[in-house]
């Protein structure tokens, strides 16, 4: 069982963390203006579904050879953005079909939680998150460090699910109130699809792990 003092450090260090917008919530944010709420939300349920199996990766010790290896980070890194940047150009192409907020989304909700799930697989930053953070939180002493890494993963998605939810619901509250002019809801839904590939081209260019 982890220590009490080191659960409540690591909890402490996830909510500083999380509470400073990252890539996973500008991509909710991005979902949630082009599509509402529940567009936002599912992408949310979807990513962190999509960070599962860098939790598994990591706490079963795979994921420390990917963040050794330049090429397997870059790879990741690509197909993320480059994912990214096709949800912001679907969004732009598809802004008139959502200007009112009562419209039906073209979007399934497994298809959301698809495309979530992939931006949250595909993010590299998530296996070096983990495998930097997670580890100095564990005690040998208190049993097996899997299961303890697998335990700290858990509660780190639990707190991010309900803060990106958080964010997810406010940008799909502006939304609605936008929504009271098709003019602004297109133009707005034409935002969200700029953020998302605003996003990939930053996730693309930005410079290696080193």
């Not at 912001?88 to 079909?97: L, M, P």
Request: hydrophobic share 55%; net charge positive.
């Amino acid at each position: 069982m982890i220590p009490l003092d080191h659960l409540i450090a690591f909890l402490v260090t996830s909510i500083v963390i999380i509470v400073i917008p990252g890539p996973s919530v500008l991509f909710v944010l991005g979902r949630s203006i082009a599509q509402g709420r529940r567009a936002g939300v599912l992408s949310v349920v979807g990513n962190a579904l999509g960070t599962v199996p860098a939790v598994l990766a990591v706490a079963f010790g795979v994921g420390a050879v990917v963040a050794a290896s330049v090429v397997a980070f870059t790879v990741l890194k690509l197909a993320g953005a480059a994912y990214l940047v096709w949800l912001g150009v679907q969004a732009i192409r598809h802004r008139h079909d959502h200007t009112h907020v009562d419209a039906p989304t073209a979007a399934t909700t497994g298809t959301l939680l698809w495309q979530g799930f992939v931006v949250g697989a595909t993010n590299p930053k998530t296996i070096a998150f983990f495998v930097a953070v997670l580890p100095q939180f564990v005690a040998v002493e208190a049993g097996p460090v899997w299961a303890q890494l697998l335990v700290l993963g858990v509660i780190f998605q639990v707190l991010a699910m309900v803060c990106d939810s958080a964010w997810a619901l406010v940008a799909g509250s502006a939304r609605a109130w936008f929504a009271r002019s098709p003019k602004r809801m297109s133009t707005l839904s034409g935002t969200g699809g700029v953020m998302m590939i605003g996003l990939g081209d930053t996730l693309a260019l930005s410079g290696s792990k080193h």
